[in-house]
């Protein structure tokens, strides 16, 4: 660890220094960016993924590039993990996680309810492996202990889960899945490690999409797992290089200078995303409101113990979805009507639950009702940017005149 991570330092001062030092030849202050392939190499470094370990000097960037390695300090600090391994999306980092914990014959519990794509990729890709998947709402801890087997190996989490923003008591899954010999990895993307650190709460393994709120400006997709040192090398060797789903060092550069102000825009999310809720809830065309930091919130009391920050996530209802999605799509001046959460920019998009149930959520009766119990016929899913409170209001106000 570079004593610019020393984990005693407060979280704005990690955020910004860890993981850099200035460039020792040319003293540069910012980190440097390092677009090469390759490394001009000790003829004595052999040539195999197996002989690399975490300190072999640079080779070639699928391994390990200068400017990635700096990115991935930086996340190991602020989520208090000892190694991170960044990914050219969240969702390589998901696929690679489940890849690097799970073969044919074991068995692992998913959260019904996650990131579309990572629904699917358990509904289809990993059972066709013989990879045995049951999915359990995780928030049920009842269902979570019915539903393990003895080949159980991995509970996967996601808190707060997207779309619906349902959590997960974190802390009560790990000893379940721990009794049980299995792991638990957690899908923190949407509470960043400035709301929650699971494996402070006794998460194996932490995913992140740095798409959204770590790089923060909309414009530069990557992913990460973090974890123990000893496993992530391996699944680095294992997984990472051979299947080469790697972070490029542009988007490195870019995502390590946004997690520079993840602490003081985390907090701006937060107090915009409050406003807007309150506002929302009060607006007599909305008809439920869900976020974490309002007492509305079905899960208010976990969430005020598990989320340091309530974050800039929340969604809306009303009583005609596709088409209030319409006049919000056209009447709205300041938020995007478009996917992808946790940028700078306000950003809204509608999920029809029929949509959402039918594609990504293969769901049982019980399940489905439980669904609907967060985002009834449809939800807006809104991500509160960093613009001024009061001007999101306004606009959303203006455009819900028009449903
Ligand atoms: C966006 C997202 C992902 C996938 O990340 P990409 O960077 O788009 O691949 C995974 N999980 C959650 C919770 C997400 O919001």
Known sequence: ??????????????????????????????????????????????????????????????WANPTVDQLEQKLAALEGAERAIAFASGMAAVSSLLLYTLKAGDHAIVSDITYAATAELTNELLPSLGIEITKVNLSDLAAVQAALRPNTRLIYAESPANPI????????????????????????????????????????????????????????????????????????KKVAIRTGGILSPFNAWLILRGLATLPIRMRAH????????????????????????????????????????????????????????????????????????????????????ADMLETSFKLNPAQKAAYQSYAGEGIFRLSVGLETPADLTADLDQALLAI
């Open 270 to 353: 937060e107090e915009g995303a409050l406003a807007v809720a309150r506002f929302l809830e009060s607006h007599p065309k909305i008809r439920r409101v869900i976020y974490p930091g309002l007492p509305s919130h079905p899960q208010h009391e976990l969430a005020t113990r598990q989320m340091a920050n309530f974050s800039g996530m929340l969604t809306f209802q009303v009583d005609d979805g596709p088409k209030a999605a319409e006049a919000l799509a056209k009447h709205l001046q300041i938020i995007h009507y478009a996917v992808s959460l946790g940028h700078h920019r306000s950003l809204v998009f509608y999920l029809p639950s």
């Open 1 to 62: 660890m570079s004593t610019s991570a020393d984990p005693s330092r407060g979280i704005e001062t990690l955020a910004i220094h860890a993981g850099e030092k200035p460039d020792p030849t040319t003293r540069a202050s910012a980190p440097n960016l390092v677009m090469s392939t390759t490394f001009v190499a000790d003829p004595s470094a052999g040539f195999s993924v197996e002989g690399l370990d975490e300190d072999t000097p640079f080779i070639y960037t699928r």
């Open 165 to 236: 923003i349902r959590l997960t008591d974190l802390a009560a899954v790990a000893r379940i899945a721990h009794e049980a010999g299995a792991k638990l990895a957690v899908d923190s993307t949407f509470a960043t490690p400035i709301a929650t650190r699971p494996l402070s709460l006794g998460a194996d393994y932490v995913v992140h999409s740095l798409s959204k709120y770590l790089c923060g400006h909309g414009d530069a997709i990557g992913g990460a797992i973090l974890g123990p040192a000893a496993e992530l090398a391996e699944l680095r």
